[in-house]
Nanobody, 123 residues
Framework: QVQLVESGGDLVQPGGSLRLSCVADGSNFAILAMGWYRQAPGKQRELVADNSGSTIYADSVKGRFTLSRDNAKNTVYLQMNNLEPEDTAVYYC???????????????????WGPGTQVTVSS
């Protein structure tokens, strides 16, 4: 299986910047897509940005957030600039791909989520 470890969440003032990181750890796997989602209190989890070849962004973050990947390190980043109080949420990393199952002798799809990292934007 593939485990995800996120970092970078913090308390920041409006207009500030943060960079989130997410590392996928495991063995015998291939990543097909990496992305970031967020969930604010009392709201459903929503897409922030996702890359499976090309990157899509939520309208609310376009021009402010940038997703990037380091495929050699199995890592995805989210650079967040000009943060707003409305960006306050728990941010979750999501990675999809395939891993080799020794029990079945075949490749199996996986869809893994990180535990989340808190981003708070407040003065």
């Amino acid at each position: 299986q593939v485990q995800l470890v996120e970092s970078g969440g913090d308390l920041v003032q409006p207009g500030g910047s943060l960079r989130l990181s997410c590392v996928a750890d495991g063995s015998n796997f291939a990543i097909l897509a990496m992305g970031w989602y967020r969930q604010a209190p009392g709201k459903q989890r929503e897409l922030v940005a996702d890359n499976s070849g090309s990157t899509i962004y939520a309208d609310s973050v376009k021009g402010r957030f940038t997703l990037s990947r380091d495929n050699a390190k199995n890592t995805v980043y989210l650079q967040m600039n000009n943060l707003e109080p409305e960006d306050t949420a728990v941010y979750y990393c999501n990675v999809r791909g395939m891993y080799y199952s020794t029990s079945t002798g075949s490749y199996v799809d996986f869809d893994s989520w990180g535990p989340g990292t808190q981003v708070t934007v407040s003065s």
